[in-house]
């Protein structure tokens, strides 16, 4: 089981960016998958979610902003982030949960993408 994260960036407030998230070792329409990111000194953050039936679920902070998605063909999930602000600067993980949509430690993750909002 692989994940790998790519698309992250630096962008001005309010600009966007678009996440990959390709997986191997296992299949997207099976398996659900989640998004967190870790700030500087802070924790990990669950961002969002995806269920293997596509239904998904966002966090506070970015609900109405981001937008988790998925391509089974390409078996690849997507998180794409709008308005972005400067306290969304954190690196972003793909995780595969093994339970609901909150991977835990002992579950596969990618190495991680920076994201960077800045002016």
């Known amino acids: 089981v692989q994940l790998a994260e790519s698309g992250g960036g630096s962008v001005q407030p309010g600009g966007s960016l678009k996440l990959s998230c390709v997986v191997s070792?296992?299949?997207?329409?099976?398996?659900?998958l989640a998004w967190v990111r870790q700030a500087p000194g802070k924790e990990r953050e669950w961002i969002s979610g995806?269920?293997?039936?596509?239904?998904?679920a966002y966090a506070d902070s970015v609900k109405g902003r981001f937008t988790i998605s998925r391509d089974l063909a390409k078996n690849t999930a997507y998180l794409q982030m709008n308005d972005l602000k400067p306290e969304d600067t954190a690196v972003y993980y793909c995780?595969?949960?093994?339970?609901?949509?909150?991977?835990?430690?002992?579950?596969?993750w990618g190495q991680g993408t920076q994201v960077t909002v800045s002016s």
């Open positions: 995806m269920y293997n039936d596509g239904s998904s």
């Open positions: 995780g595969r949960p093994a339970y609901g949509l909150h991977p835990g430690p002992q579950d596969p």
């Open positions: 070792g296992f299949s997207l329409s099976r398996s659900a």
